[in-house]
């Protein structure tokens, strides 16, 4: 238990570094204009936003700062040093494999290709010289590399179990068999204020620093044994880093929040795998390629069962039998205020039948200021609600889901790796 308490001690007082560091602002920054892409998307489709771009970043910010500690004290407790997990390579193949596809800017392929690499080149040893870029390559821990993608994964995991449904942005979607539907687009974007560890070479005469501490001797559960000269001793240091982790899906035939729950289950599932793969892989350098490969292939089928699944299944939002179905509602408009929800069925206003869009505006704007709407609800039962709207003209601020009039959409395309990689040579041809 001192350990642990030593342990949080140095954390928190390390953690309050990362807000004083410049690029935490900058990832915030970068994170407050991928949700400003968000809104002029929904501007564009809908003609007014949904989202607020300030509210989104700072939910964001607070979520990451969460997903920070927890990331932050699982690096710590695996005592995953950052400079022997090859980040200096790790981020220029990001960058490379977003070129390809911007979903493909995520660690687990990248680092999936680097510890292949680098498990492939131990087989060649003698022939590498020395202090050379393969030499690097080769020499670094691909378990701790795992396990530190495991643990980003597992941190995402956790964000998007949080938060992956706030903020869900309505879309019309194209489907396979061509039809225009309604659905909501997931993307959260979180900046992690991280504390890892990185090894320093010492005399062995230094003694621990102020803010120092002796660790147990099983710690550190996945670490290289750096090459020590003779009169010097390896002691590790607490350094505040600030990592970025995006969540990118759709829902068309689950809600929103179910839907980011099972992608938060079955990412989460994955990234203890992976973890565990990464720990036996230290003790066992046998399932070191296997927990390499592991990494970007099991990403990969998540993504894409995850799709075929939710696009293979009946859709929610699509337009009923009877009346017309509301696909979200805008917060502040008359519809949020007077408690209509996404996927309430509109039946009747007043002494009005609705049955188009058009018989909606037409109700409402009629002399009236009071409305009664009837609605069935997502359960089947039926409902009235009283509204009362003065805007001129007047706005009752929902979403309909789409219908045969609708001209405008998002076609959502998934290619793999291969075919991704052929479409970005052949469109540098043309």
């Not at 500690?69 to 022997?84: D, K, T």
């Not at 090859?86 to 995520?106: D, F, K, Q, S, T």
């Not at 039809?179 to 979180?190: A, E, M, P, T």
């Not at 001209?407 to 075919?419: D, N």
Request: contains cysteine; proline residues 5%; aromatic residues 10%.
């Amino acid at each position: 238990m001192e350990f642990i308490a030593d342990m949080l001690g140095m954390l928190s007082k390390t953690f309050l570094y990362s807000f004083v560091n410049f690029l935490f602002w900058l990832v915030i920054l970068l994170v407050g204009l991928q949700y400003r892409r968000m809104v002029k998307m929904e501007i564009k489709m809908f003609g007014v936003p949904k989202n607020n771009v300030i509210k989104q970043t700072i939910i964001s910010a607070g979520f990451g700062i969460i997903g920070g500690v927890l990331a932050s004290l699982l690096l710590i407790v695996i005592g995953i040093s950052l400079e022997q997990v090859g980040i200096i390579y790790l981020w220029p193949l990001a960058v490379l494999l977003m070129m390809v596809n911007p979903r493909y800017m995520c660690f687990a392929y990248a680092g999936g290709i680097i510890g292949v690499a680098s498990t492939g080149l131990k087989f060649f040893s003698s022939h590498i010289p020395e202090n050379s870029f393969f030499e690097g390559l080769m020499n670094i821990n691909v378990p701790g590399l795992m396990a530190l993608i495991g643990i980003l994964h597992l941190t995402e995991s956790f964000l998007i179990a949080l938060s992956g449904h706030i903020g869900s942005s309505p879309l019309f979607i194209k489907k396979g068999d061509g039809r225009i539907v309604g659905g909501f687009s997931l993307q959260k974007f979180w900046p992690l204020p991280i504390i890892g560890l990185i090894t320093l070479i010492v005399p062995e005469a230094v003694e621990l620093m102020q803010h120092g501490m002796e660790m147990p001797d099983w710690w550190p559960l996945i670490g290289d044994q750096l090459p020590v000269d003779e009169g010097k001793k390896a002691v590790f240091m607490m350094l505040p880093v600030v990592a970025g982790l995006g969540y990118g899906d759709f829902s068309v035939a689950t809600l929103p929040r179910g839907k980011s729950l099972r992608s938060a289950r079955n990412l989460g599932w994955y990234s203890i795998v992976l973890i565990a793969l990464a720990i036996s892989a230290h003790f066992m350098l046998e399932l070191v390629i296997i927990a390499a490969l592991f990494a970007p292939l099991g990403h990969e089928y998540l993504i894409m069962k995850g799709n075929k699944d939710e696009f293979s299944k009946t859709p929610i939002f699509v337009p009923p039998e009877k009346g017309i179905k509301i696909l979200d509602v805008l917060p502040g408009y008359p519809a949020h205020k007077g408690g209509l929800a996404s996927g309430d069925v509109i039946l009747r206003i007043n002494n009005c039948d609705i049955e188009t869009r058009v018989d909606l505006n037409q109700c409402i704007q009629s002399e009236e200021n009071n409305f009664t709407f009837k609605v069935k609800k997502s359960s089947g039962d039926l409902s009235n609600y009283r509204l009362t709207i003065n805007s001129r003209p007047k706005k009752l601020g929902v979403i309909l889901v789409p219908d045969v009039e609708t001209t405008s959409y998002v076609e959502i395309k998934q290619y793999g790796f291969i075919h991704s990689l052929k479409r970005r040579f052949s469109r540098e041809k043309q």
